[in-house]
């Protein structure tokens, strides 16, 4: 049995209460209220929903090259990047990066793993030793979907996808497509698909959203790519009205994958309270990729991250899930159990 002490952010309001969290055999026994003085912060792990790791080979390259330059298959720069890297380079640099998400709170991401079968084995290779919850979507192929754990399409734009569809709903897996990245034409054939959830989302009408609410389809934003690839920024409040939305760091080229960084972007782009956004960074993420944890709940899996709720930048904060949500980093994560 382990216990943490400290502020618990309980639930999924993340109604900050002072007390403990009890585990046991990995699951959150139980939440239990008392006076401590210890200045830890309790909060669920992050779940990063939408990344292209393979990414980290090619950090801050493509300065001033448009979207379809720096990432459409097959002959996009980043593209390009990833057919001459060789395997060990790869491996190592996504190493890095899962590393740097376990450091920076995340529990788990949700990967759109390209270059085939052996883009899946890469990847399986770079988090074997990682506790950090990898679910990896195969790409270009039916095989890589059956050697991971769903597939993620480029896009209606870029092929038809029904093939790979109907494999990936008879495997029982998870289907994600990116949709509405540039403009609008591409997302009703996203839809047309029936994905269990979208990619982006920054351009769409009326319908294609009255669309996505009849379906119930999660939608995953990743608003700092959207800004650095200049298609412009989510209508947060509508998305938020229509459906269930999370949040993703998307390519490594572009960001960190940090998700303090896309939570604090996303908050102050948008009118969401602080709560929703950190609701979209943890439990919507969880639930797209069909796990259990996101929440500091009894019965639920204990993937939790502790703040250093005394450091120099939250001392003092008045309202601990804004001040999670816009201004705490890296730098106040005091330990990471997953």
């Known amino acids: 049995m382990t216990e943490y002490e400290g502020l618990v952010f309980r639930g999924s309001t993340f109604e900050p209460v002072e007390g403990r969290v009890v585990v046991e055999d990995g699951e959150i026994a139980a939440i239990e209220e008392c006076a401590t003085d210890a200045d830890d912060w309790i909060l669920p792990g992050f779940v990063n929903a939408h990344t292209h790791i393979g990414d980290s080979i090619a950090k801050e390259a493509g300065r001033g090259l448009s979207l379809d330059e720096l990432v459409a298959p097959p002959d996009g720069l980043k593209h390009r990047l990833l057919r001459e890297t060789p395997r060990e380079e790869m491996v190592e640099a996504m190493r890095r990066s899962v590393a740097f998400m376990r450091e920076s709170g995340t529990a788990s991401f949700i990967e759109f793993r390209e270059g085939g079968v052996e883009g899946v084995d890469r990847l399986r290779a770079a988090t074997a030793e990682s506790p950090v919850d990898s679910v990896i979507l195969g790409r270009e192929e039916i095989e890589a979907m059956e050697a991971a754990d769903g597939f993620g399409a480029s896009g209606a734009r870029d092929g038809e996808f029904g093939a790979e569809r109907n494999a990936t709903r008879e495997a029982g897996k998870l289907f994600g497509v990116h949709a509405g990245e540039r403009d609008a034409a591409d997302v009703d054939g996203a839809l047309d698909l029936d994905p269990d959830f979208l990619v982006h989302m920054v351009h769409t009408n009326e319908h294609q959203l009255e669309r996505v609410a009849d379906r119930g389809t999660p939608i995953v ?56 956004v950190l609701r979209m960074a943890t439990r919507n993420g969880a639930a797209i990729a069909n796990r259990e944890y996101g929440l500091v709940e009894e019965g639920r899996p204990a993937k939790l991250q502790v703040l250093d709720g005394g450091s120099h930048n939250l001392v003092g904060a008045r309202d601990p899930v804004r001040a999670v949500v816009r201004r705490a980093g890296v730098a106040d994560v005091r330990s990471v159990h997953l």
């Open 221 to 276: 934003c990743c608003p700092r790519s959207n800004l650095v690839t200049n298609v412009g920024l989510p209508d947060f409040g509508t998305l938020a009205e229509t459906t269930t939305l999370a949040l993703g760091t998307d390519n490594v080229m572009l960001n960190a994958p940090s998700m303090f960084r896309e939570m604090e972007f996303t908050a102050k782009h948008s009118t969401l309270d602080a709560p929703e």
